[in-house]
Antibody, heavy 120, light 107 residues
Framework: EVQLVESGGGLVQPGKSLELSCAAS????????MAWVRQVPKKGLEWVAT????????YYPDSVRGRFTISRDNAKSSLYLQMNSLKSEDTATYYC?????????????WGQGTLVTVSS | DIQMTQSPHSLSASLGETVSIECLAS??????VAWYQQKPGKSPQLLIY???SLQDGVPSRFSGSGSGTQFSLKISNMQPEDEGVYYC?????????FGSGTKLEIK
């Protein structure tokens, strides 16, 4: 069974940093592109980052590019999101997700999410 | 960025009814559209990908269709567990983008 378990969320002040982690199990982690998606409470979904299988290629929307960094450790089956210079508008639940297949940028498996609150 | 315009914003349906949700892309996205269901307090669940491919374990009453810029999700024989918010998503070009969601309730 595919499982994705996020951790690292919490309350952080504007301008500070936070790192999220996602522990993956139930599949060969190194075979799949992975992504982070966020959701402002009671709002819609926003894609945050994607990383290739080897970690050499990453993608971001303009809203987080230069502030957020996605990375992975295939030996540990773990995905990370380093978030710097956090803003109040980054407040959201952050989900780790796995592609259904590598040639489709659609997300078949999602974690339970971890809440990040950016506030002074 | 590719905008995904979903309609309607909300709808209610009776048990056993067939409902459709539409998604209009601001430019052609080939067949790279997916549909997700999200229930309160839960993570999104993939229902359909690449226009019409049914994700493993998803009931066959869910189906997808469309091409180019216009896509739809059809739910046949509405069941109580189908209540939730539905999102479309394009996977054709970065940045990946989602529709704003359609809230489906039982009438």
């Amino acid at each position: 069974e595919v499982q994705l378990v996020e951790s690292g969320g919490g309350l952080v002040q504007p301008g500070k940093s936070l790192e999220l982690s996602c522990a993956a199990s139930g599949f060969t982690f190194s075979d799949y592109y992975m992504a982070w998606v966020r959701q402002v409470p009671k709002k819609g979904l926003e894609w945050v980052a994607t990383i290739s299988t080897s970690g050499t290629t990453t993608y971001y929307p303009d809203s987080v590019r230069g502030r957020f960094t996605i990375s992975r450790d295939n030996a540990k089956s773990s995905l990370y999101l380093q978030m710097n210079s956090l803003k109040s508008e980054d407040t959201a639940t952050y989900y780790c997700a796995r592609r259904v297949r590598n040639n489709y940028a659609h997300l078949a498996y999602w974690g339970q999410g971890t809440l990040v609150t950016v506030s002074s | 960025d590719i905008q995904m315009t979903q309609s309607p914003h909300s709808l209610s349906a009776s048990l056993g009814e067939t409902v459709s949700i539409e998604c209009l892309a601001s430019e052609g996205i080939s067949n790279y559209v997916a549909w997700y269901q999200q229930k309160p307090g839960k993570s999104p669940q993939l229902l359909i990908y690449y226009v019409s491919s049914l994700q493993d374990g998803v009931p066959s009453r869910f189906s997808g269709s469309g091409s180019g810029t216009q896509f739809s999700l059809k739910i046949s024989n509405m069941q109580p567990e189908d209540e939730g918010v539905y999102y479309c998503q394009q996977g054709y070009k970065y940045p990946l983008t989602f529709g704003s969601g359609t809230k489906l309730e039982i009438k």
